[in-house]
């Protein structure tokens, strides 16, 4: 499975239609929780949503004969499509009753669920909303951390923080298709490590003009179909201090 979008005919994000469009259509739920007088940072947010795609990624359960294994190959195999939405309250409660994991940042937590067919939402998750998750920083974001992966956002689109959230979902997949599997273990073993940042506009030139792995929506939500995400760093995992708690394999 190719991890450029921009270049590969088979891509699972270009909006021309591919051979994956002939599979059965798969979704990854995940559900951010904002209270209405405590929402999370969107940074930190995007950057949770993030690792908890790759969280999902490397979960056992996900692999070989894990209880989920078989769809996210089935998810894999067609086009990638994820989905936020926010809950809150009883909301957020009966999501977490549901089979899949929470990770948390220094505000935000998010719920990732593994695949299920885009006809075939749990009740529970089809009633909760896609709008409303607007977020905003209190304070501007540090500087990227140079040791890590970075996941550069467009500076020309303007993207709620669900969307955005999706797309940094898919630029840490990106990321984790391109590592082997020591890299893998190391940046699992790292928390997964990551920044997430708007680029400036030429930096931005500079990103999309390199052989980065480019995430290239389809244009289904929001915005027209065009490049949201560039990958950068991903080849310094292997090099990341081991998070305390975990030990290398």
């Not at 699992?188 to 990551?194: E, N, P």
């Amino acid at each position: 499975m190719t991890s450029d979008p921009t270049s590969a005919d088979d891509s699972p994000f270009h909006s021309e239609p591919t051979v994956r469009d002939k599979a059965r259509q798969f979704v990854l739920p995940l559900v951010v929780h904002i209270e209405k007088t405590a929402p999370p940072a969107r940074t930190d947010a995007l950057e949770t949503a993030a690792r908890a795609v790759l969280t999902i990624l490397s979960d056992e359960r996900s692999l070989g004969d894990g209880e989920w294994a078989q769809a996210m190959r089935d998810w894999q195999d067609a086009r990638i499509r994820k989905v936020v939405r926010r809950a809150r309250g009883a909301e957020w409660r009966r999501a977490e009753a549901l089979p899949g994991i929470t990770v948390t940042g220094d505000s935000a937590e998010v719920r990732v669920f593994p695949p299920v067919p885009l006809d075939g939402w749990p009740k529970d998750l089809a009633r909760l909303q896609v709008s409303g998750t607007d977020l905003e920083d209190p304070e501007p974001p540090a500087p990227a951390d140079p040791a890590a992966p970075v996941l550069w956002l467009n500076p020309e689109l303007d993207m709620s923080a669900g969307k955005t959230m999706a797309q940094t979902g898919h630029g840490a997949q990106l990321a984790w298709w391109e590592l082997s599997e020591k890299e893998r273990n190391a940046w699992r073993d790292a928390g997964f490590a990551l920044s997430v940042r708007t680029a400036d506009p030429v930096r931005w030139r500079e990103l999309t003009a390199s052989e980065i792995p480019l995430v290239r929506d389809a244009g289904f939500t929001e915005i027209a179909p065009g490049l949201t995400v560039a990958v950068e760093g991903h080849d310094r995992v292997g090099t990341l201090p081991v998070r305390s708690g975990h030990s290398p394999d």
